[in-house]
């Protein structure tokens, strides 16, 4: 059957990049930094890089996000402002990510002087990975009894009490959850990160420094063909880091509902 | 306490208002730096201008904007049918247990990086499509067969859902009526899903439109009308990409200009989808 087929094919891509990249997995290939423009050596600059921006990027983008989610599900019904605050999450969630690197250029590489660095594509992936985080938090929340808050009530808790210390841990695994298929999505991520981090393959210093990051150096040895085999490397590392994270996430989800219900 | 409950109150609102102004500011500093191009050298020989040239400030993009709407035709025309196919077998066809493993498969590909995808196109399906089918093989049609496998989960699951938030008494009714399982599932349940159905589509448009790196790999980057789908050609998205990187002056402000033609399309058709998916829940 054609839906057969289609899978097919896509399991095949997938096994096409690792079966010629996995032999190139070895230990220094993580651990070495890329030499001659990637040729030979390893990819640790990148991995740091990759790491670096991550970090970043849920650092500003998962508060930012639980935030929304604890206002829209805490704090408000249905009204004006929760209607235009979810009409912009929404829009933001369409937003293709080169527009999202052309911003982050011109904002906080330029007009923010923060130059190409760890610092703008953190940034940058933030503001991308905000809707995937508000809308997993907010699930999170509202599958919280509520029960549970009136009994925090009941005991003369506070708004701020009941969320901190009763709503927010036991909405945490569906948060976490939210928070690690952003981290998935951020690893992939190249148009935004080229325009706003920068593709050098130099260890960073601090967060001012321009990095490379895996899937850029990827689409780098790709294009410009550098080195198929440090490209299939490369690919198969992502591939696998990506797969990875996000089966982690789908066990999560799935032992998170179990739980639930 | 009633004072800190208040500040803390607004504090919240003002963590929740981040999306909307990043929104914003996104919309601000694209037309910032992109309008007063295209008031320059005007609308009419931006959008409708043949040739795109930066070294003699010419900033055509008409080329892009057709390229656009031919990859994504393509990746439409193969992704929608393959799309239903699937969402049909996926929601009908199998027993549960075997649906369990499937979906979470369909997730997992949708998760694999765009680039990862350009790289397949560009080392199996421009070889294949250059030895088989003529031109350089950097195509349309290559840029069309690998958008259309990655819009593929996106009609998948929502239009899944859709089917899924349909009444059982849909499904039931038309079977005690004595409808077989195929003229249920065509004659009732998709033409009752079709909001959904149509939603699915029209977001997996704005993604296919909104590629990149992908695309960026295996179109080939001729600056041209293209005339048939075996020819080379740059997207809107592509144009951006591939010159970026060492535009100054009024040749990034054209690139930020496409910016603005990108973000138009791209806002249209997900509003679109997003009054459409409003309106099946009711």
């Given at each position: 059957?054609?839906?057969?087929?289609t899978?097919?094919?896509?399991?095949l891509i997938?096994l096409?990049?690792l079966?010629?990249g996995?032999?190139?997995?070895?230990?220094?290939f993580f651990?070495?930094?890329?030499?001659?423009?990637?040729?030979?050596?390893g990819?640790?600059?990148?991995?740091i890089g990759?790491?670096?921006l991550?970090?970043?990027?849920?650092?500003f983008?998962?508060p930012?996000?639980?935030?929304?989610a604890?206002?829209?599900?805490?704090?408000t019904?249905?009204?004006k402002?929760?209607?235009?605050?979810?009409?912009?999450t929404?829009?933001?969630a369409?937003v293709?990510?080169?527009?999202?690197g052309?911003?982050?250029f011109?904002?906080f590489v330029?007009?923010l002087k923060?130059?190409?660095?760890i610092?703008?594509?953190?940034?940058?992936?933030a503001?991308?990975i905000?809707?995937?985080?508000?809308s997993?938090?907010?699930?999170?929340?509202?599958?919280i009894?509520?029960?549970?808050r009136?009994?925090?009530?009941?005991?003369g808790?506070?708004?701020?009490?009941?969320?901190?210390?009763?709503?927010?841990?036991?909405?945490?695994?569906?948060?976490?959850?939210?928070?690690?298929?952003?981290?998935?999505?951020?690893?992939?991520?190249?148009?935004?990160?080229?325009?706003?981090?920068?593709?050098?393959?130099?260890m960073?210093?601090s967060?001012?420094?321009p990095?490379?990051?895996m899937?850029v150096?990827?689409?780098?040895?790709?294009?410009?063909?550098i080195?198929?085999?440090?490209?299939?490397?490369?690919?198969?590392?992502?591939?696998?880091?990506v797969?990875?994270?996000?089966?982690?996430?789908?066990?999560?989800?799935?032992?998170?509902?179990?739980?639930r219900? | 306490?009633?004072?800190?409950?208040?500040?803390?109150?607004?504090?919240f609102?003002?963590i929740?208002l981040s999306?909307?102004?990043?929104?914003?500011l996104?919309t601000?500093?694209?037309?910032?730096?992109?309008?007063?191009?295209?008031l320059?050298?005007?609308?009419?020989?931006?959008?409708?201008?043949?040739r795109?040239i930066?070294?003699?400030?010419?900033?055509?993009?008409f080329?892009?904007?057709?390229s656009?709407?031919?990859?994504?035709?393509g990746a439409?025309?193969?992704?929608?049918?393959?799309?239903?196919a699937c969402?049909i077998?996926?929601s009908e066809l199998?027993?549960?247990s075997?649906?369990i493993?499937?979906?979470?498969?369909i997730?997992?590909?949708a998760?694999?990086p765009?680039?990862?995808?350009?790289?397949?196109?560009?080392?199996?399906?421009v070889?294949?499509i250059q030895?088989?089918?003529?031109?350089?093989?950097?195509?349309?049609?290559?840029?069309?067969?690998?958008l259309s496998?990655?819009?593929?989960?996106?009609i998948?699951?929502?239009?899944?859902?859709?089917?899924?938030?349909?009444p059982?008494?849909?499904k039931?009714?038309?079977?005690?009526?004595?409808?077989?399982h195929?003229?249920?599932?065509?004659?009732?349940?998709i033409?009752?899903?079709k909001?959904g159905?149509?939603?699915?589509?029209?977001?997996?448009?704005?993604?296919?439109i909104?590629?990149?790196m992908?695309?960026?790999?295996?179109?080939g980057n001729?600056?041209?009308?293209p005339?048939?789908f075996?020819?080379?050609?740059r997207?809107?998205?592509?144009?951006?990409?591939?010159?970026?990187?060492?535009?100054?002056?009024?040749?990034?402000?054209a690139?930020?200009?496409?910016?603005i033609v990108?973000?138009?399309i791209?806002?249209a058709?997900?509003i679109?989808?997003?009054?459409?998916?409003?309106?099946?829940v009711d």
């Amino acid at each position: 059957m054609g839906a057969l087929l289609t899978i097919a094919v896509m399991i095949l891509i997938l096994l096409q990049i690792l079966s010629e990249g996995l032999p190139v997995l070895y230990l220094r290939f993580f651990l070495d930094s890329p030499k001659n423009m990637g040729r030979e050596g390893g990819i640790f600059s990148t991995i740091i890089g990759t790491l670096a921006l991550t970090g970043v990027a849920i650092l500003f983008g998962a508060p930012l996000g639980v935030g929304t989610a604890v206002f829209l599900r805490e704090y408000t019904r249905e009204s004006k402002i929760s209607r235009i605050i979810r009409f912009g999450t929404d829009c933001l969630a369409g937003v293709p990510s080169i527009i999202f690197g052309l911003f982050g250029f011109v904002f906080f590489v330029i007009r923010l002087k923060l130059g190409w660095s760890i610092l703008s594509g953190g940034l940058t992936l933030a503001a991308m990975i905000l809707p995937t985080v508000i809308s997993t938090a907010e699930e999170s929340i509202k599958a919280i009894p509520p029960s549970y808050r009136e009994v925090s009530y009941s005991l003369g808790g506070t708004k701020w009490q009941t969320i901190t210390r009763v709503v927010l841990p036991s909405a945490l695994p569906g948060i976490f959850t939210g928070i690690l298929l952003s981290v998935g999505r951020s690893i992939g991520e190249t148009a935004a990160v080229i325009l706003t981090a920068g593709s050098s393959l130099v260890m960073p210093t601090s967060l001012f420094s321009p990095i490379r990051t895996m899937s850029v150096h990827f689409y780098i040895l790709a294009r410009e063909g550098i080195s198929m085999k440090m490209a299939y490397g490369t690919g198969a590392a992502l591939i696998l880091l990506v797969l990875m994270i996000n089966m982690i996430a789908q066990w999560l989800i799935n032992r998170y509902i179990r739980h639930r219900t | 306490m009633q004072v800190k409950e208040k500040m803390i109150e607004k504090l919240f609102l003002l963590i929740a208002l981040s999306s909307i102004t990043i929104l914003a500011l996104i919309t601000f500093f694209i037309f910032e730096e992109g309008l007063p191009l295209i008031l320059k050298i005007g609308p009419k020989a931006f959008l409708l201008g043949e040739r795109w040239i930066p070294s003699k400030g010419l900033f055509g993009i008409f080329p892009m904007i057709t390229s656009s709407f031919w990859v994504t035709l393509g990746a439409l025309i193969l992704g929608i049918p393959l799309g239903l196919a699937c969402t049909i077998f996926l929601s009908e066809l199998i027993p549960p247990s075997i649906g369990i493993l499937l979906r979470p498969a369909i997730q997992l590909l949708a998760a694999i990086p765009s680039v990862i995808y350009g790289f397949w196109g560009l080392i199996v399906l421009v070889p294949l499509i250059q030895n088989y089918l003529g031109g350089p093989g950097l195509s349309i049609l290559a840029g069309s067969l690998v958008l259309s496998f990655m819009i593929l989960p996106t009609i998948i699951t929502i239009s899944e859902d859709s089917l899924k938030a349909l009444p059982p008494s849909y499904k039931a009714g038309a079977l005690a009526l004595g409808a077989t399982h195929w003229q249920t599932i065509w004659r009732v349940l998709i033409p009752a899903a079709k909001s959904g159905i149509v939603a699915s589509v029209i977001l997996g448009m704005g993604r296919a439109i909104g590629e990149t790196m992908a695309m960026i790999m295996i179109l080939g980057n001729a600056v041209k009308m293209p005339t048939s789908f075996l020819d080379s050609a740059r997207t809107l998205t592509t144009n951006i990409g591939i010159e970026m990187g060492y535009a100054s002056g009024d040749h990034r402000q054209a690139l930020f200009a496409t910016g603005i033609v990108l973000f138009f399309i791209i806002m249209a058709l997900n509003i679109l989808a997003i009054f459409l998916s409003r309106r099946r829940v009711d």
